[in-house]
């Protein structure tokens, strides 16, 4: 079981990096557009809704700018738009959001918004943080290893025992530690 975790784990990693590196027909790979020149040259309408009606949004007073980075980045992960994601990572960077806080938001979103999207926003942010020179001195470690299931069992049914003990009367613990009427 172990090692079919492992086989899918390592699978997703390479179908996502395979993906992040895909080449279009014409054998330019695909790039974020990182300026408004960018967006002009392709659609100016849009250019102009990028500096209006997007640019207010990010100066509404309900949030703050590391609020709206945090809120923005996980949208993207989320939707796993990766297109998007340097300039929003790199955004929420120059907002105040942390290395570490970037890299909680990608775990968290891994159980909520899907292992690949997480995947796919670690090989992005990979760029960013080695573009920043952010080292893994500035990411949180890894969480503590948990109880084996019989020690935390154990423990669970102590903290019950201590804080309710025999709550009704007449139940008798039976040889398997159950209670019986």
């Known amino acids: 079981m172990k090692l079919m975790a492992v086989m899918i784990a390592a699978l997703t990693l390479i179908s996502t990096t395979w993906a992040q590196g895909q080449h279009t027909q014409t054998g ?16 100016p309408a849009l250019e102009k809704y990028a500096q209006g009606p997007l640019a207010d949004l990010w100066k509404r007073p309900g949030l ?13 992960i989320g939707r796993n738009q990766t297109i998007e994601m340097p300039y929003y990572f790199n955004l929420a960077l120059d907002n105040g959001v942390k290395p570490r806080e970037i890299s ?16 796919s926003a670690i090989a992005v942010a990979k760029g960013v943080f080695a573009d920043r020179k952010i080292g ?3 990411l949180p470690p890894a969480s503590p290893a948990r ?3 019989k020690d935390g069992e154990a423990k669970r049914a102590a903290a019950v025992e201590q804080q309710f003990g025999n709550v009704a009367p007449g139940i008798t613990r039976c040889a398997n530690n159950s209670r019986k009427p």
């Open 28 to 43: 330019r790979k695909s790039e974020p557009m990182q300026t408004i020149n960018d967006i002009t040259t392709v659609a």
């Open 104 to 119: 909680e938001i990608i775990t968290h979103l891994a159980f909520y918004a899907g292992w690949a999207n997480a995947m």
């Open 147 to 149: 109880l084996p299931l």
């Open 136 to 138: 893994t001195d500035q």
């Open 64 to 76: 703050t700018p590391r609020d709206r980075s945090i809120v923005t980045i996980a949208a993207l």
